[in-house]
């Protein structure tokens, strides 16, 4: 099983589903909804928003606004749906500058961290682009063809299809 870094309430529930054996036969369904419902309510109230209550309905801002975390514009814009590169850059920076460094060495990394932006922007301002993984861009072109194809009366079909490419 892949590795993933969750909040706090996310690993929290999947601690709950994985104790989900534990349970005796006749009070297992309700154990299951409750932690059914408990994800639920989270995912709603940080990627969607809660339900207002009283007059004027809506929702609540969610945690996360939806520009934050949504790509499906970056999809049809065919730019990338991850910060693999932002995050590549961070493993590189860390590798450079160790935990509490001296101020010296803080110095070289900085220095050097300068260089090696300098060397990419000179790249890319002479047509030199990085390559993305040919299996990156197998994925991109794939859910790319079922965003383009989307309707709202297949929504189901849509996603059980994105679900099928995309693994996390």
Same mark, same amino acid.
């Given at each position: 099983?892949?590795?993933?870094?969750?909040?706090?309430?996310?690993?929290?529930?999947?601690?709950?589903?994985?104790?989900?054996?534990?349970?005796?036969?006749?009070?297992?369904?309700?154990?299951?909804?409750?932690?059914?419902?408990?994800? *639920?309510?989270?995912?709603? /109230? @940080?990627? =969607?928003?809660?339900?207002? #209550?009283?007059?004027?309905?809506?929702?609540?801002?969610?945690?996360?606004?939806?520009?934050?975390?949504?790509?499906?514009?970056?999809?049809?814009?065919?730019?990338?749906?991850?910060?693999?590169?932002?995050?590549?850059?961070?493993?590189?920076?860390?590798?450079?500058?160790?935990?509490?460094?001296?101020?010296?060495?803080?110095?070289?990394?900085?220095?050097?961290?300068?260089?090696?932006?300098?060397? *990419?922007?000179?790249?890319? /301002? @002479?047509? =030199?682009?990085?390559?993305? #993984?040919?299996?990156?861009?197998?994925?991109?072109?794939?859910?790319?063809?079922?965003?383009?194809?989307?309707?709202?009366?297949?929504?189901?079909?849509?996603?059980?299809?994105?679900?099928?490419?995309?693994?996390?």
């Amino acid at each position: 099983m892949k590795k993933v870094k969750l909040d706090y309430f996310s690993n929290k529930l999947l601690n709950l589903i994985y104790t989900y054996d534990l349970f005796r036969k006749d009070e297992s369904n309700q154990a299951f909804f409750k932690i059914y419902n408990t994800f *639920i309510k989270y995912f709603e /109230a @940080t990627y =969607i928003g809660e339900l207002k #209550r009283g007059k004027g309905g809506g929702r609540k801002d969610p945690r996360f606004k939806h520009e934050i975390w949504n790509v499906y514009t970056r999809n049809i814009e065919g730019l990338p749906r991850t910060n693999n590169n932002i995050e590549g850059w961070h493993n590189a920076l860390q590798r450079v500058i160790k935990r509490s460094p001296s101020i010296y060495t803080f110095i070289d990394g900085i220095k050097l961290e300068e260089n090696n932006t300098e060397t *990419i922007y000179l790249q890319l /301002a @002479t047509g =030199i682009v990085p390559k993305r #993984r040919p299996v990156y861009m197998e994925i991109d072109m794939r859910i790319s063809e079922i965003v383009s194809d989307f309707s709202k009366e297949k929504c189901l079909e849509y996603l059980k299809n994105i679900a099928l490419i995309i693994d996390y």
